[in-house]
Every structure is written in structure tokens, then in C-alpha cells.
């Protein structure tokens, strides 16, 4: 593969609290996930963040998640797949509108946290998913995990995938993340993070924990702006790809 | 006049909470304006009034208010221009996109509670409400109470707007509404009220609280389903209008 | 046995959202369990609850619950010990002083919903709660379902312990619920429920579901003020305990 | 005067969002005001801060605010007395609760943002206040600005009360602080501050910003620590103090 997307979640600022490293990460990504006021983000938050997008020439997705501003969407809430219909459909309308008021189109959809554990592993509540985005807009891209549930939803519905995969985190030999709670879950050292980047772009497969290749089709790389040491790391990331002469494209650009 | 609009206050109930006779006012009314989940109402409330709106053949408003569950959005609450109109865009966003799963259109915007009062009296707040309906869809028609700065900044931004007058309540010489706190502000006896409001939309005025016949020009008139005796009362407007051969017709199919 | 307390959950309205039949139910229990604010019920409503308490001298329990509004404590939501243990701290100071400015004291704490569910199935939840309750204050009867996590976790925390029983529910052999999506789990008949709550106290055992005979102490029955239907049932109940000689008592006058 | 006390608001992240710096700040201070979970601060991040508190010898007080986490308690909202009252009552409790497991006393009250603002003004406010402290426990200190009338209520009611002044803000001739939207409204220069508040301690008075002297009687000085700026300025105020004799002293130790 000769291009990729790089995406991160932004607009999860609150009222007066702040989150994350915006700005920056704005001028390193093609493509941001804004919160929808559920369990980050607020109207004026969204029209900042929506604003910087523009500015920048970002691609828009809605980052809809659980009604759970107390624990930031990251808590499990049962929830049925009709309300979790529902649910997404209430949040990206209201990101659509805000993002009208902007003067940008919203182009994919990638649900939160907790919830989106939920519709990976749920095969119900992935086709509520996959119906509330293709309720809203047929040709909006539905970011998700590759090979989860969400990823198989979202094909039958017919609607563009964009399948992601992280800058920053192990993998096992079934193609899954290495839970955070174990030992090298998480990837801290940023030149490597970046180089194990551009060859699983190059070869659409990573090396698993256990050592072993494994294929890994993707088309957007997540990063994050939790941090200084985040931001940093997502730069690193997009500096290697385009050293090495991968094009690093917004998704809304090339994936049908 | 020989047409008018009857609305409502409709969706107001709130996860486990039940408010209002919803089911009984569809019957009723012509308009139903439904809340945005930021002061009543929530997503599979917002999905199941919205069914019952197209089941009934009802037109369907947005009515965004303060984000403020606690008091229902009757609470005065302080705000900037700016912060009003992303609100007002947010509510508007949500509901739209949720019209649109339902499969009717969102034709008109009125706003709640304590907001509207602050955008009927605030000429800045008013301008906000009405760039925030003209960017989301210049097409929605603007429900204001007659004279405020509400059916002004409407005006001036190019907006249809429907006027709005009470089934219930008791006029000053100005057109402004009787407060609340004043005896007769509102009517009971819903004979009366039926009465009266026949002889306001073929006369288009109204005898103030002080005896005077003023004039009163309006297209839309406001009933309310709270309890038994009001939606009683609502019937009986109903009644009385048809039974004079005044057409009750949804704002959407007349106002210009 | 020759007493009994009766609760019930009151204040779960919440600003204008009014739920369940309070004032006829302060004159069917003696003891009753109030929302403290996250999951509903509110300053107001609390206030307005104990007053109701005091002046029909029913005995008051805090009725802490997952801090959810949209899903009135009723939604699973996981949660860490360490969290749960400072929810339940916070909500039960919040009642602990409104009660204060009521003029009644606090005697019992009853765990609402999902969380005492989760708290009855889970060690360590159920240390939680122990814990909380312990910490504010170690006088305070703690209400259980018999024979759960929750009954275990009070005894070793050496609390006083109210086991709680159903005037509605049926029971499996092994003393548990059950469930509510099974045919029969719910008693409708109000002269059999009341037939059925007298037995049980006698003789402190109950038919199962299956039709076997098993043992089941409890000190408390939980009655619901839902509908009329269940507030007529819990007058039954509370009119054939008293025929029946059994004292219907407030919990904190006898458990020890 | 020889002694003075420094308090700051703290405790006002809220679930992943964290706000001041509250670590650095418990190095300085001899009494924080802390959130109580309604405009900020949740239970997990009450317990945090209270054993922050604990761990620094310093004076707890609880910092109740209006129910508004989306303005953080800063916007006017329309409340009555009556209801003002609960809600102090509400978030009084709920920190006493969750102090008294942390092994802290709560030795002080200090209302938060648009609540305060209210209170300093209205008479009506004031009483509501001072009633809701006294009520949930009459011994606790009743911090208020200098003049105002949540001074004369909380006198009234034969409450203690410490007198605050701003160490970062210019006065009035009358005593009131400048506005914000003013000019010089708010000093910028930590050494500059330092030296005016010795001499304000020293001769309980402060020169206007119209370059008048006045007197301005206070017991408690108000510190900040929303960025590194103004926690230098915090820091160089208690070594000024200290330097010229000036015991920094929680008021809880001497305001009778």
C-alpha cells in the first residue's frame, strides 16, 4: 500500500476542562474524531474543534459514545442495540449540523470507548451501529477495529469501511489488541513505534507479541495527543511514512 | 383568517419519567414541538414522538433548550450569544438526523422554557437563534411569539416565521402575555378559551386582561398537554375552530 | 415471627418529573428507602420526601444508586470497588444532612438497582458498600437481599443486617429471584400476594416456583408504589399483616 | 493583624478531566475549598483531594456550587432560596460524609462561582446560605467577601465567619472588587501582589484602584492555582507573609 490515513480523537474538552493536545495533533493528522457532547465535547467545543479541522484541511468523523460524561464513555453500560441506535444517530445529526454551521463535511463515523468495545464484540449492537450511520448517511466511512464485529456489520450494511489499526499498540496472532493490562501492551518508544508503522503499511501485516508475521490489512493509523510525549510520537509516525514515500491521505479521500 | 396552526409541547418525558399526554395531543394537534434531550427528552423518546408525529400525519419542530435537566429548561440561565447559537445548532442537528430515521421532516423551530424568554427580550440572543435555524436550514419556519425581538431577528434574517399566541393565557394591551404571577393570567375554563381563540383567528385581535380589543396577528396557536383538563381544552379549541369552518392545518403546508 | 418492616423505594422523581405515589405509600410502610440525586430524586425532592417521612413517622434509608440519570440507576454500569465505595459515602453525607435539616435521622441504607445487583453478585462490590456504610456510620441497618454478597460482606463488616424480601416476586429454590423475563416471576393477584407475605412471615419460608417449600428469613418487605394497582397491593399487604396479629414495625425499632 | 490564612478552590478536576494544580498547591495554603461534585469535583476526586488535604495539614472546607458541570458554576442561573438552601445542604453533606473518611473535619464553607456571586447580593440568597450552614452544622466558619451580604447573614445567624480578599485582584473605594472587564482588574506581578497583601494584613487596608486608601477588614486570603503563573504568585505570597512575621495559620484554628 502507497497511502494511508492517520486519525486521532479530538474535541474532548469539556466546558472548562481541558483535554488532549488539539492544535498540534491538528497539524499531523488527515483525520479527527470529535466527540459528540455525550461523553466529551460540548457545542462550543465541537464548532472550535470542527473550525480547527477546516483550518487544517482534516477530514471530520463523529466520535459518538455512551451518555457518561462522569467516566468519559470509558465505563461498560448495558445498553440495547435499539437505544444504542438511537444514540449514535442523536450524536452524529448534531456533529452534521455543527459541522454545516462550519462549513465542513462529516465524512466518517468511529464510535467512543466503552461503546465501541461493545459493538467489536457484539454482533447486534454492530448492526445497530452499522444501521443508525447508514440511517444518517449511506456514504459515511465506518471506522472500525479489523475483524470485529463492527467491521463485518458495516460490510453487510454496505457501507465504506475503513479498517485501523494503532500506532502505539501490540498485537496478538488473531489480529486483536494485547490487552493494556499486560506487559508491552502499550509501545513507548517512538522511532520504533515508527518504523513498525511503515512496514505494516508497506506489507499490510505487523509482528504479533509472540514474535510471529501476521497479515493486517488497514487503512487508517490512529494516534494520540494525550500527551507531549504522544504528539511526539504521532509526528515521528507520519515523518517516517512520508520519508519512505507513503502518501498520508485523508480517508475520505480514497477508500470506497 | 380561515386556517390555523395548533402546536404543542411534545417528548418531554425523560428516560423512566413520563410527562405529558403525548398519545391524546397527537390526536389534537397540527404542529408538535419536540425536545432535544438537553432539558427533556432523550433519544429513544425523541424516536418514539417522532413515530407517533408521522403515525398522526403532525408536522414536527425542533425545541431546543437550555442544557439543563434539573430544571427543565425553565431556569434562567445566563448566556453568551455565541454559546446560544452552537446550542440551538446542536438540538436542531440531533433532531433532524433523528427525523430522518423516522422518515419525516423537521419543518419549523421553537424554542424552550427560559431560553425562548431570553431570545423574545435579548435582541443579540435572538439574532443567534436565528443564524443558528438559517444555518442549519433556511427552509425551517421560525415560531415567535408576536412582536419580540425573537420575530424580529427572524425576519431580518430572511426566515418564514409562524406567530405564536396561547389557547390558555391572558393578554396585555401590549400583546405581551399576562405573567403568570397576576390573577387571570390563565384561562381554566376551556369553554371560554375555545370561544375566545375562534374569535381571535377570524378577527386576528384579542380583548386584553384590561378590557380592550387589541389586535393580535398570528398563525400558530399553543396548546398544552399536562394533564386531563388540558388536553380537554385542547379538544375543545379544536372543536370549537372546526365547527366555525376554520381550517386546522399544519403551519408547514401554509406559512410563507 | 411476630413483626415485620415494610419499604419502599420513594423520591425518585426528579426536578418536574414526577414518579410513583409517595404520599399514599408514606401510609402503607414503615420503612422508606429515598434517591439521593444521581440516579433520580434531587435537593427538592429529598427535602420534600423526609418531610413526608417525619410527619408519618416512617423510618428513613438511603437509596444510593450508579450516578445515571438517563437510565435511572437501572443500567449495568462496571465499576471498581474503590468507586463504588465513594459513591455510595457521598450519597448517603448528601441525605445524611438533608435529613438533618429535616429533622429525622438516617437509620437504614438500601442499594438501588443495577449497583445492587452488581453488589449482590460480586465479593468484592459488596465489601464496598460494607465499607461505606461502616465508614459513615456503622449504626446505620444495612438492607440486603438474603443470602447474597451483600448479606455476607455487612455481617463480616459486623453492621446490622435487614434482610429483604418481595411482596411481588417469586422465588427460586435456592431463595433467589426469579427472573423477571420468566412466566410467573411477577405476582399480580394482591389478595394472594398478601395471603402468600403472611405465610412467609409466620412461618419465615416460602413456595418456590417449582412448588417445593424452602426456608427464607428476612426482617423487611419491599412493597412498590408504582402504579395504583401496586399501591392498592401494598395496603393489602401491610391490612392482612396486621389481621394476621403481626406488627408491622419500622426495621430500625427492632433489628439489631 | 499577625496571622492570616490562604485558601484556594481545589478539587475541581472532574472524572478524567483534571483542572489546577492542586499538589503544588497544598504546599502553600492553610485551607482548601473543595467542590462537592455538582459544578465540579466527583467522589473519586473528593476522596483524592481530602487525603491531599489530610497528608498537608491543611483546613478542609466544602465549595458547594450551582448543579452545572457544563459551566463549571460560573453562569447566573435564576434559583430561589428555598432551593438554593437544599442545594448547599445537598453538597455540605456529601463532602462531610466522604471527609469523615478520609479522617478530615470539615471546618468551613465557601460558596463556589454564579452561586456566590448571587449570595454576595441578594439578601433573600444570603439567609438561604447562611440557614443551609447552620442548619448541617453550626459550628463550621462561613467564608464570605468583606461587605457583603453574605457577611451581615452569616453574622445574623451567629455564624463565625472569616472575611476573604483576593490577593491577585484590584478593589473598589467602596470595598468591591474591580470588574474583570476593567483594566487592572486582576495584578499580574507575583512580587508586586506579595508586597500589597503584607501591608494589607499588617494594617487591614488596601489602596483602591482609584489610588484611595481603605480600610478592609479579612481573615482569609484567596490564592490560585490555575496555572504556574499564578502558583508562583501563591507561593511568593505565604514567603512574603512569613518573611515580614505574618503567622499563615488555617482559619479554623483562630477565626472564632
Not at 464548532?47 to 467516566?71: F, K, M, S, Y
Not at 511514512?241 to 475520505?252: C, N, S
Amino acid at each position: 500500500m502507497d497511502q494511508v490515513d492517520l486519525n486521532s480523537d479530538l474535541g474532548e474538552s469539556f466546558g472548562p476542562w481541558v483535554m488532549g493536545h488539539d492544535r498540534e495533533m491538528f497539524e499531523v493528522i488527515t483525520s479527527a474524531n470529535i466527540a459528540c457532547g455525550l461523553h466529551g465535547g460540548d457545542p462550543l467545543v465541537m464548532h472550535r474543534t470542527l473550525t480547527l479541522a477546516r483550518e487544517n484541511g482534516v477530514g471530520v468523523g463523529a466520535h459518538p459514545g455512551h451518555q457518561d460524561i462522569w467516566g468519559f464513555g470509558r465505563r461498560l453500560i448495558a445498553i440495547e442495540p435499539e437505544e444504542a441506535e438511537k444514540l449514535l444517530i442523536y450524536q452524529i445529526g448534531a456533529i452534521q449540523a455543527m459541522a454545516r454551521a462550519v462549513g465542513v463535511p462529516v465524512t466518517h463515523v468511529k464510535v467512543h470507548g466503552a461503546l465501541a468495545n461493545q459493538m467489536a464484540a457484539n454482533r447486534a449492537l454492530a448492526q445497530a451501529a452499522a444501521r443508525a450511520v447508514g440511517t444518517v448517511d449511506p456514504t459515511l466511512i465506518f471506522v472500525a477495529l479489523s475483524g470485529t464485529e463492527q467491521e463485518r456489520a458495516a460490510r453487510e450494511a454496505g457501507l465504506r469501511v475503513a479498517r485501523e489499526v494503532f500506532a502505539d499498540r501490540a498485537y496478538e496472532e488473531d489480529g486483536m489488541l494485547v490487552s493494556r493490562t499486560r506487559e508491552g501492551a502499550v509501545l513507548h518508544d517512538a522511532a520504533a513505534a515508527a518504523a513498525r508503522i511503515v512496514r505494516m503499511v508497506r506489507e499490510q501485516a505487523v509482528t504479533a507479541i509472540t514474535g510471529r508475521e501476521i497479515p493486517l490489512s488497514f487503512e487508517t493509523i490512529c494516534v494520540h495527543g494525550d500527551n507531549p510525549a504522544a504528539v511526539a510520537m504521532a509526528r515521528q509516525v507520519r515523518s517516517a511514512l512520508e520519508a519512505e514515500g507513503v502518501a498520508v491521505r485523508p480517508m475520505a479521500e480514497w477508500v470506497f
